[in-house]
């Protein structure tokens, strides 16, 4: 595998860098100015540039089992993806944010399961979606309900966060909810009103 991921890497050296050496080059000279944060599950299975057809400069990402955004309490503990959020809003002045997150997520399911006892970090930090977990036996249907609850919980938890309730309030910035059905390849999403995630292939409820 190393020597296959050294080969990779001259593969874009030599193949495709040459193609885009200019737009490079701008978001050196120019800085980045991505208009999305996008927060996502670290699963392998999920390439953010893949599902949004972006590329370089385009998306501030923050990923991490099972997507979730930590309550924000103004500590000055070790949060990557509090300061991540608050660089995205506060410096780079993004307009949107997503919370995309996924079916069949190994996270979700370890709310229903026994964790090793030497995954001390993992245990707190799934802790912090319990909140989504429904007091009954995960059948798929369950897991699924569960992976959508943990979405919206965690746009929840971005309205708690001063720079973005402030800026969503003033209309210059807006949450988005998404669930990516990987079998599928359909991306649903939270629709406020009727308070279910809707996929995108559907008409926009009246």
């Not at 057809?53 to 990402?61: A, R, S, V």
């Not at 965690?154 to 969503?168: G, H, I, S």
Request: glycine share 8%; proline share 7%.
């Amino acid at each position: 595998m190393p020597g296959d991921l050294i080969d990779r890497l001259r593969r874009f050296r030599d193949e495709y860098f040459p193609l885009h050496e200019g737009h490079f080059r701008d978001l050196v000279e120019k800085g980045q100015r991505p208009s999305i944060l996008f927060i996502g599950c670290s699963d392998s299975r999920i390439v953010p540039h893949l599902l949004t057809g972006t590329g370089p400069g385009e998306l501030f990402l923050v990923r991490n089992v099972a997507a979730i955004v930590p309550p924000y309490d103004g500590s000055s503990g070790y949060h990557g993806t509090c300061a991540a959020i608050e660089f995205a809003v506060l410096n780079l002045d993004v307009h949107e944010i997503v919370v995309c997150g996924h079916s069949h997520c190994g996270g979700i399911r370890a709310l229903y399961e026994e964790i090793p006892a030497a995954a001390v970090n993992l245990r707190n930090w799934l802790e912090l979606a319990r909140e989504a977990a429904l007091p009954i036996q995960p059948t798929n249907e369950a897991l699924r309900r569960t992976e959508q609850r943990s979405i919206v919980l965690q746009l929840e938890r971005l309205m708690n966060y001063p720079m973005v309730r402030e800026r969503v309030e003033a209309g210059k910035l807006f949450l988005h909810g998404w669930y990516y059905v990987i079998e599928d390849g359909e991306v649903q999403v939270f629709d406020l009103r009727s308070g279910r995630f809707i996929p995108v292939s559907d008409p926009a409820p009246p």
